[in-house]
């Protein structure tokens, strides 16, 4: 069977990933490092992860020889590092900055996570190499992590931009669906509920004005975007959690009771049974359309 290779590139290309850049030492000491997106964890006991190597990368040799390496997962901010280790840049290591880590491997600094291991297993795989890695010192630090699709770098936190661009217009809303004590914090105005809004359509607003009732939000991915044509404007809900002493006008929902819960806002109760969905299902999804009819994508675990 012949494979047109160029097709199957961009099959492959259809899942979407992070961004890594490899590290480690030549046998005379000098940082070696190149990028790389085809890594995955493996296992937890014991502690092993892999990431593929082309056989035609300058630094195959280097890698398949060394007793370590490290693996660096990049965050949104770090495209030009990508871009860097991806190059033949001569001295990549002196365009960056980085630390002497575990093993005297180079770590990047600004990396979301960063992986320091010893050589478990080198496995040939037709026209790469997988490099499978035992854990021995790990770090994480907080952020967004950089994406790849397709060819192209995406970001995850260019949802929360795009959220805050689309608020900004007039008679648009910002508002939080936040998970508390296994319900749904919401207002409570003379018996009719509604999701907590920020005084101005920002995420900044919404978080202090939580904040100043005693509350202590979380806030972290866009769950809803919508058009709502009843009420007027863009209607903006984020996804979190809270925690703090319940103040006077809110009330937590139990999610079992979230779909029969009195609404002020139809378009509202109709996210919150979704919501409510998406939880016993364990995956939420990202709606936007109208108030009425739109479309859903996954978005991740609770």
Avoid at 27 to 36: I, Q
Avoid at 52 to 62: E, F, I, Q, R
Avoid at 86 to 112: E, I, Y
């Amino acid at each position: 069977m012949t494979t047109d290779s160029k097709a199957l590139r961009n099959a492959f290309g259809a899942f979407a990933t992070g961004v890594t850049v490899i590290t480690t030492r030549q046998p005379d000491g000098t940082p070696r490092g190149f990028t790389a997106n085809s890594f995955t964890s493996v296992s937890l006991d014991p502690p092993l992860l892999l990431v593929c190597l082309a056989k035609t990368a300058h630094s195959a040799d280097v890698f398949a020889s060394a007793p370590h390496f490290a693996v660096n997962i990049l965050s949104e901010d770090q495209k030009a590092v990508s871009g860097l280790f991806a190059s033949r840049a001569a001295d990549k290591f002196a365009q960056c900055v980085w630390t002497q880590g575990h093993a005297n491997l180079p770590m990047l600094d600004g990396a979301l996570a960063q992986f320091a291991c010893a050589s478990h297993q080198l496995v040939d795989a037709g026209d790469h190499l997988i490099l499978i890695g035992r854990v021995e010192t790990f770090a994480t630090s907080e952020g967004q992590p950089l994406g790849y699709f397709r060819g192209n770098y995406f970001s995850i936190g260019i949802e929360r931009e795009l959220a805050e661009a689309a608020a900004a217009t007039k008679g648009s809303r910002l508002g939080a669906v936040l998970a508390c004590n296994g319900g749904v914090l919401l207002k409570d105005t003379g018996g009719a509920l509604s999701v907590p809004l920020a005084p101005t359509p920002s995420l900044d607003s919404l978080t202090a004005a939580l904040s100043a009732e005693g509350l202590h939000p979380d806030i972290d991915f866009v769950y809803a975007a919508f058009d709502d044509r009843t009420a007027g404007g863009h209607a903006i809900y984020y996804h979190g959690k809270v925690s703090g002493t319940l103040p006077q006008g809110y009330r937590i929902v139990p999610l079992a009771d979230l779909a029969s819960a009195p609404l002020a806002n139809p378009a509202e109760a109709q996210m919150l049974s979704r919501y409510a969905d998406d939880f016993r299902n364990g995956s939420f999804t990202l709606y936007h359309g109208t108030e009425t009819s739109g479309r859903v994508r996954q978005i991740g675990a609770p």
